[in-house]
């Protein structure tokens, strides 16, 4: 029960507080501002955790027509239980009685049945649908992405330390020719939806994806703190393990993949103006993806630098072997690196 009183979901919720409250001062109807906010509150905070479990279930793979249609009915349903969970808390507030009391209260059934009510209801449904809309912008854009865009945090190049991760499949090529465009193409999603869980849990960012490879960000305290940028990588090899039946039955291989993480110095922008994007410049992204491309070379499927090596926090959960001063296409310097394998 806990679990569900995140950060995030909080965050939603004053989302919703907020989107009440200016319809209430929009809409001048200050008689019932209390009720108001603190249902677009728990509007904005139950829509979140509702939109985070349907991304876990068979729903995610509906189309996004089903979806649009299913979402009005799941909050329509959500909405009448805060109102009415919100008048009995009202009721047993004022009058200090239990619930089957406040049940049989008059002022319980008469507000179910004034027009207050379908007021309430038909704002608090639409607080849903502008929660959700924010929510899937926000999916859409990469989390945090869209409140960044809104205070203009970028639109000036900014400095930063970040670490990066280049994850990508082996035998890319052999595999879409084994399974024809249309299977390899529903390969990668479900290779990539095995990430989503890991990157949210580890305090990571998906930056991009370019065909059968996915880059991950993090802040660099994010992504030290108890070794999350290692951990990750554990955690989606688990995740595959645990479902090769899954993999064997559809496509008769397991997805194998192979990661390089680097740390360093980057500049973030804002970028373009028919599509905008905050976007990563500098070596770092170049050394990073050349890290990755020698774990073939090297025999290793997790490969880190030297410069991430000396900033981790731990290092309890992972065996770090030395691999020595390596030479990187394009790159003028050797860069030490470590393979990493699971204790």
């Known amino acids: 029960m806990l679990k569900i009183f995140t950060i995030t979901n909080l965050r939603y919720g004053v989302i919703g507080f907020l989107i009440a409250s200016v319809i209430v001062l929009i809409s001048k109807e200050v008689t019932f501002l209390p009720e108001i906010v603190i ?17 876990k279930t068979r729903l995610r793979k509906l189309s996004f027509k089903s979806q649009i249609l299913l979402r009005p009915v799941i909050y329509i349903g959500v909405t009448f239980l805060i109102i009415v969970m919100i008048i009995l808390l009202k009721i047993l507030f004022n009058n200090e009685c239990d619930i089957l009391t406040a049940l049989s209260e008059n002022g319980f059934w008469n ?54 991760m280049f994850m990508d499949l082996n035998s890319s090529v ?22 989503t869980e ?27 703190k108890n070794d999350n940028a290692i951990k990750l990588v554990f955690e989606v090899i688990d995740k ?5 039946e899954y993999y064997f039955g559809k496509y008769r ?7 390089g993480i680097h740390y360093g110095e980057t500049i973030v922008r804002e970028v373009g103006e028919i599509k905008k994007e905050i976007v990563y410049h500098g070596d770092v992204l170049n050394t990073t993806s050349r890290i990755r491309s020698v774990c073939n070379e090297l025999d290793k499927k997790i490969l880190i630098s030297k410069d991430l090596y000396e900033i981790l926090e731990e290092k309890l959960y992972s065996v770090f072997e030395p691999v020595g001063e390596i030479d990187l296409k394009g790159k003028k310097e050797k860069v030490f690196l470590y393979s990493v394998t699971k204790k």
């Open 174 to 195: 052999r595999m879409a020719e084994k399974l024809g465009t249309e299977k390899y193409s529903e390969l990668l999603k479900d290779f990539f939806l095995e990430l």
């Open 111 to 164: 507000y179910l049945f004034n027009t207050n009510f379908y007021l309430l209801f038909i704002l608090l449904v639409t607080i849903g649908l502008l929660v959700s809309f924010i929510w899937q912008v926000n999916l859409l854009l990469g989390p945090g992405v869209l409140m960044r865009f809104v205070a203009g945090k970028y639109k000036s190049p900014k400095t930063e330390q970040k670490i990066f």
């Open 39 to 55: 249902a677009g509150f728990l509007t904005g905070f139950f829509v979140r955790e509702i939109e985070t479990s349907l991304s």
């Open 198 to 224: 890991p990157v949210l849990k580890f305090k990571g960012e998906v930056y991009q994806y370019i065909g059968d490879e996915v880059v991950v960000v993090w802040d660099k305290e994010n992504g030290i």
């Open 240 to 244: 595959i393990e645990k479902r090769k």
């Open 253 to 259: 291989l397991l997805p194998v993949f192979k990661v």
